[in-house]
């Protein structure tokens, strides 16, 4: 794994450099600088694989360096951890929202760091695999058409405003965890019958589908901070950094106003309409560190059950037509 680390201190940078080589990354380039990281990165014949990043440096710190790597094409994806001092919520909300994918604090235990980069050494791996396997993806695919494998996968809507990679979103709750997680909620959104709607459409039409209704719920939540992921099969999970006030019947109301307003059409000229279902939000305060990824899962499975009670009200309502002959 091509590895490259950046941290103005000296001393830091050669700890991590012994550190990674005794787990096996010898693959290491060492910069003590925003802008020699930067060149380092045009420099290079092959992308790197994986970024460390200290936050505070000079000049550019690492916050405006993260962003400046996830503008470059060849990195929207890739793995960055950050490595630093500052414990602060706002510097790990920053640090997210900027395009990180992992944090850690000094001083960092080094089976801590060894353990995060085996893991992403794995996804890394991953999805090197499946770009060997299918090297076109599949929005550059438009005639494509949608099959289980396509609902399956968690989507990439990074450009989203509020909108981080599922993992980096478990990996974000896990640090906030050390530090507070009062007023925080995780709530689950829901296209209902997604698979039905999009049975005979294609992975363009149903991408575009989850970005719109992603756009729709960045624009629906604002003021309000929050961090939020694709969890595959259309379905978002939401955490929110005050949700104490939060209420999923009108936050239902008030996104699915919004997406009527966005009048979404299929390729061919239907009307695409949109049917969402949220979830009663559960708070995270007083959860254990270990089981708030699950608490994601569960928001997710919250929004399922709103979703499948409007179905059975749905078929129970046709039924009762079908009866009396209308």
Same mark, same amino acid.
């Given at each position: 794994?091509k590895i490259l680390a950046t941290d103005d201190d000296p001393i830091i940078l050669e700890l991590l450099t012994e550190v990674l080589r005794a787990a096996g990354y010898a693959n290491?380039? %060492?910069?003590?600088?925003?802008?020699? %990281?930067?060149?380092?990165?045009?420099?290079a014949q092959t992308p790197f694989d994986c970024f460390l990043l200290d936050i505070q440096m000079p000049d550019v710190d690492g916050i405006e360096l993260t962003s400046a790597i996830?503008?470059?094409?060849?990195?929207?994806?890739?793995?960055?951890?950050?490595?630093?001092?500052?414990? +602060?919520?706002?510097?790990?909300?920053k640090a997210f929202a900027a395009g990180a994918s992992d944090y850690i604090t000094k001083p960092f235990e080094i089976g801590e760091v060894h353990a995060r980069l085996r893991v #992403? *050494? @794995?996804?890394?791996?991953?999805?090197?695999?499946?770009? +060997? =396997?299918?090297?076109?993806?599949?929005?550059?695919?438009?005639?494509?058409?949608?099959?289980?494998?396509?609902? *399956?996968? =968690?989507?990439?809507?990074?450009? #989203?405003?509020? &909108? #981080?990679?599922?993992?980096?979103? /478990?990996?974000?709750?896990?640090?906030?965890?050390? !530090?507070?997680?009062?007023?925080?909620?995780?709530?689950?959104?829901?296209?209902?019958?997604?698979?039905?709607? $999009?049975?005979?459409?294609?992975?363009?039409?149903?991408?575009?589908?989850?970005?719109?209704?992603? /756009?729709?719920?960045?624009?629906?939540?604002?003021?309000?901070?929050? &961090?939020?992921?694709?969890?595959?099969?259309?379905? #978002?999970?939401?955490?929110?950094?005050?949700? =104490?006030? $939060?209420?999923?019947?009108?936050? /239902?109301? %008030?996104?699915? *106003?919004?997406?009527?307003?966005?009048?979404?059409? &299929?390729?061919?000229?239907?009307?695409?309409?949109?049917?969402?279902?949220?979830?009663?939000?559960? @708070?995270?305060?007083?959860? %254990?560190?270990?089981?708030?990824?699950?608490?994601?899962?569960?928001? !997710?499975?919250?929004?399922?059950?709103?979703?499948?009670?409007?179905?059975?009200?749905? *078929?129970?309502?046709?039924?009762?037509?079908?009866?009396?002959?209308?």
């Open positions: 794994m290491l380039t %060492a910069c003590t600088s925003a802008s020699e %990281a930067l060149n380092a990165i045009e420099a996830r503008q470059k094409p060849d990195y929207t994806e890739t793995p960055i951890l950050m490595i630093t001092a500052m414990c +602060d919520r706002s510097y790990i909300d #992403i *050494e @794995s996804l890394v791996n991953e999805r090197k695999w499946k770009e +060997d =396997r299918n090297p076109v993806s599949g929005g550059q695919e438009p005639l494509a058409m949608v099959n289980d494998g396509t609902f *399956e996968k =968690r989507l990439n809507l990074s450009e #989203i405003d509020g &909108f #981080i990679d599922y993992l980096a979103l /478990e990996n974000y709750i896990m640090q906030i965890s050390r !530090v507070s997680l009062l007023g925080m909620y995780t709530v689950g959104i829901a296209v209902r019958d997604m698979r039905r709607t $999009f049975a005979a459409s294609s992975v363009y039409e149903y991408e575009a589908a989850v970005s719109d209704v992603a /756009e729709a719920m960045s624009d629906t939540l604002k003021p309000h901070h929050f &961090f939020a992921a694709h969890a595959g099969e259309g379905e #978002i999970v939401c955490v929110l950094g005050d949700g =104490r006030n $939060f209420d999923a019947e009108d936050f /239902e109301k %008030a996104l699915s *106003e919004t997406l009527r307003e966005m009048d979404l059409h &299929f390729c061919d000229g239907r009307p695409m309409n949109l049917q969402i279902a949220v979830g009663d939000p559960l @708070s995270l305060k007083m959860k %254990a560190s270990k089981s708030l990824p699950n608490v994601l899962v569960q928001a !997710v499975a919250n929004a399922e059950t709103v979703a499948q009670a409007g179905r059975d009200q749905k *078929e129970e309502k046709w039924g009762k037509m079908s009866l009396f002959g209308l």
